[in-house]
């Protein structure tokens, strides 16, 4: 199976964009820095830098769909998207590890040690003799006032629902797209980017009434956990139901076909990954 | 690997060759044009971190306080170190993956050519950030590159541009391993069979994964440094219910397996240099990549043996005491492998073979020193003094700096199809090796009489062992520059290299003419 010269790898010619991208990133995070740093042109720059980095995806990603769809992709290169989005799901997996890894730490290690237990440390008996929650916790310091337990319900169990549907919704579309029946392709999308962003309104719900309630990020441990694992598997939602929108607008134009819906199967692993953290978010964060 | 092969021949009449102008370098999506990128910016980085440690070794001259003040002592450490480890020895290895794996494996490109492209020019822009940081109110980093709450939080204005540098610098690393992953399971020639892949294939497959797996935990670290000073979590404060310590264990899951990043490929580069010299096949190549994994997996299993002295259950000290311990097995296969493979063999020392000579002669020391720490009742001695500091550098620069550097030598005559001058390499090797030893060994011994790392002043009876680094550092880092010579007349002329380079050389990329194409492999060999 040597190649023929019918049959090389697709390797673009010289490529602008990731240089934008390169400016982009390096704009947005240097606006953000300064932005933290309460320097007043922070702001600003952090906005410029965001609008290259979108300029950036459109023409980026445009590059690649034309190139898609002018049939420069062939299986040999198909290989090696699928294995590039694979392990970056993995190493978005593995992101998500660490602030897992943060919670099981303060549930298991730290809160049980600063209320006395484990050989050795007298921290319990000296510093904080009268702090006595176990979790949710703000802390002995009580930071950040009020502390209560994120229920499960209603509004994370429906999240849940709902997530597991758009699960369910983006398979038909798949079924659908291999049987080339493109009204049902279309129609699966449409119903998993509108339950993708019905659950991210229902997020945006629970933590208005969670700071209404007073529990905010600043609520100690229970708090810092809650609002950035929920906080980052949120935007990770918000990403993948664009990602889906920009495969429905596609799909409408009349993209993919049977065998070639590469960027459609991405936004689906992408959208299971997420649907998993949620699964896992739901066990450890709201019930356990 | 002693494969034949066949149809290696190239048809570039159909193909442009680089883009004229400057800008050919900043839109290439060639991994040879990358791979060259990587490879001088991380030379350029070499001597901003080298000069940052001739600061420190400058202060540490003497006892006494004379040359710098200790907070920028205190910065240069830091930054020394976050130089020499994301801009030195990381671009470095990407930059030999870039112009290796493909060529190596017959591959006509990197699988992800564009993301190549920036992966590499988005660490011009992280450095950057990184190195303003040292011109802002407050100083760059003081607290140590390990960035150990709470003493890294009272960093000044620098403090956000460090963590997002460290995300852009992570972002980086992570498409890079990503790309060559895709590029070793997508693209190798026909024959290719993962068993037949060459060694510096197999370390760079198995440091991709590592990559991975840890560069986004290091994200979620920092990132949760970041909100603990400015929005109020409290993931590393007591008082809120979290713990300073459990950043040292998050960070460490990530920092463990980064040394072995920082090794592996080297262990690679190595592997393919003693066969050669030795006229012999590698003693032992399958141990050599089950070795290599089990390292891989290991160094998942033993992040704590950094944190001994931090406060931990006795069962927690056991257990990262005996797995650690046990990351000697594997390392011994490797080591026993490569003197096995000289044994016998009709060897001769260019260059290239000298660093790899030095390297696993070097290594091994500090492998020795490893064990050492390794135990947790004697470590509670060891623990941030410089003995740690003499056990790391012996494994960073006479280990991951001489692989590349042997790497270089073993390899330039391909990229530029011009040999290096051998004696002006012979005599960058010996005095590098003298002097690196003038520099490292005797931490050894004020760090076992109890001097402290990261302090700028130190106690009298120190001072001898002191001054002797200090000559060793200036001339290890001026010695450099010979080595700088060297590239620049190689890539400007000399005798020209053959296509088969080295006599004992095996393996695809001494198929192709010297220097090698702009594209290569665009119809692939086939291997049998």
Not at chain 2, 166 to 171: F, N, R
Not at chain 2, 463 to 482: C, E, K, L, P, V
Request: proline letters at 5%.
């Amino acid at each position: 199976m040597a190649s023929t010269a019918e049959n090389h790898y697709y390797v673009p010619e010289g490529a602008y964009w990731p240089l934008v991208g390169s400016v982009g990133l390096a704009t947005t995070t240097g606006g953000l820095a300064a932005w933290l740093n309460e320097s007043s042109l922070g702001q600003p720059i952090f906005y410029v830098g965001m609008a290259i980095l979108v300029i950036m995806m459109f023409g980026w990603f445009g590059t690649v769909i034309r190139e898609s769809e002018s049939g420069q992709y062939r299986p040999w290169e198909d290989k090696s998207f699928r294995l590039g989005m694979s392990w970056f799901i993995f190493s978005e997996v593995m992101f998500f590890a660490a602030f897992f890894g943060a919670l099981f730490y303060a549930r298991v290690y730290s809160v049980p040690w600063i209320l006395g237990e484990g050989a050795g440390a007298n921290t319990h008996e000296w510093l904080w003799s009268s702090f006595t929650e176990i979790w949710p916790t703000n802390g002995p310091a009580d930071m950040g006032g009020s502390d209560f337990h994120m229920g499960w319900w209603p509004l994370p169990f429906l999240n849940t629902a709902i997530l597991l549907t758009s699960g369910v919704t983006v398979t038909i579309a798949h079924h659908a797209v291999i049987k080339n029946d493109r009204t049902r392709f279309i129609l699966g999308l449409a119903a998993t980017v509108a339950l993708g962003f019905i659950f991210v309104y229902f997020q945006m719900v629970e933590y208005q009434e969670a700071y209404h309630e007073g529990m905010t990020l600043q609520s100690g441990i229970y708090g810092s956990t809650f609002f950035m694992l929920t906080g980052f598997h949120g935007f990770h939602v918000s990403m993948g139901a664009i990602i889906l929108l920009v495969v429905l607008i596609r799909a409408i134009r009349g993209h993919f076909t049977p065998t070639r819906h590469f960027a459609f199967e991405a936004a689906a692993w992408y959208w299971h990954f997420v649907d998993v953290v949620w699964l896992g978010l739901f066990i450890f964060v709201y019930i356990l | 690997m002693n494969a034949a092969l066949t149809d290696t021949d190239h048809h570039d009449d159909h193909h442009h060759g680089p883009a004229p102008g400057l800008m050919r370098w900043v839109t290439t999506t060639n991994h040879k044009d990358i791979g060259t990128l990587y490879l001088w910016f991380s030379l350029l980085m070499f001597f901003i971190g080298g000069f940052m440690a001739l600061i420190i070794r400058t202060e540490l001259f003497q006892p006494g306080l004379q040359v710098v003040d200790p907070h920028f002592f205190n910065q240069m450490t830091t930054m020394h170190a976050l130089i020499m480890i994301f801009g030195v020895v990381m671009p470095a290895f990407v930059g030999l993956a870039n112009w290796m794996v493909p060529i190596m494996i017959g591959a006509p490109d990197m699988a992800l050519p564009r993301m190549n492209n920036w992966s590499f020019w988005i660490l011009p822009f992280g450095f950057t950030m990184m190195l303003s940081t040292l011109f802002m109110d407050g100083g760059g980093p003081a607290g140590g590159w390990t960035l150990y709450p709470p003493l890294s939080l009272q960093g000044g204005d620098g403090f956000p541009f460090l963590i997002f540098s460290i995300h852009i610098l992570g972002i980086s690393s992570i498409m890079g391993a990503i790309n060559i992953v895709a590029t070793i399971m997508n693209l190798r020639a026909p024959g290719m069979t993962f068993m037949k892949m060459p060694l510096f294939v197999w370390t760079w497959f198995i440091t991709a994964y590592l990559l991975i797996a840890v560069m986004p935990v290091l994200a979620g670290a920092v990132t949760m440094l970041l909100t603990d000073k400015f929005f109020g979590t409290a993931f590393f404060t007591a008082a809120g219910g979290g713990d300073p310590v459990m950043f040292q264990h998050i960070f460490w899951f990530f920092g463990h397996p980064e040394v072995y990043i920082l090794i592996l490929p080297s262990f690679g580069i190595v592997s393919e240099i003693i066969p050669t010299f030795s006229r012999k096949r590698l003693f032992g190549y399958a141990s050599m990549v089950y070795a290599t994994s089990s390292i891989a997996l290991l160094s998942f299993i033993v992040w704590a043996h950094h944190m001994f002295t931090v406060g931990m259950p006795l069962s927690g000290e056991l257990f990262f005491m005996f797995a650690t311990m046990l990351i000697a097995v594997p390392t011994g296969v490797k080591v026993f492998n490569w003197v096995a493979t000289m044994w016998r063999g009709a060897m001769t020392f260019e260059t290239p073979m000298l660093f790899a000579l030095g390297f696993v002669i070097m290594f091994t020391i500090g492998g020795f020193s490893g064990v050492m720490l390794a135990l947790a009742p004697v470590d509670f001695q060891y623990h941030d003094t410089y003995f740690v500091v003499a056990h790391f550098h012996y494994v960073l620069v006479p280990g991951a700096i001489f692989g590349i550097i042997a790497a270089v030598y073993y390899w330039i005559p391909k990229w530029t199809g011009n040999m290096y001058d051998e004696k002006l390499g012979k005599i960058h090797f010996w005095v590098s090796t003298i002097f690196v030893n003038l520099l490292f060994f005797p931490m050894h011994f004020v760090g076992l009489a109890g001097m402290p790392r990261r302090i700028p002043d130190y106690a009298v009876q120190f001072a001898d062992f002191n001054a002797i680094a200090t000559i060793g550092a200036f001339g290890f880092g001026f010695s450099q520059i010979i080595f700088v010579v060297v590239l620049l007349k190689c890539v400007k002329g000399g005798e020209k290299a053959t296509d088969q380079v080295w006599e004992g050389a095996e393996g695809l990329e001494w198929t192709l003419p010297s220097p090698a194409p702009y594209h290569s492999f665009t119809d692939q060999p086939e291997v049998k």
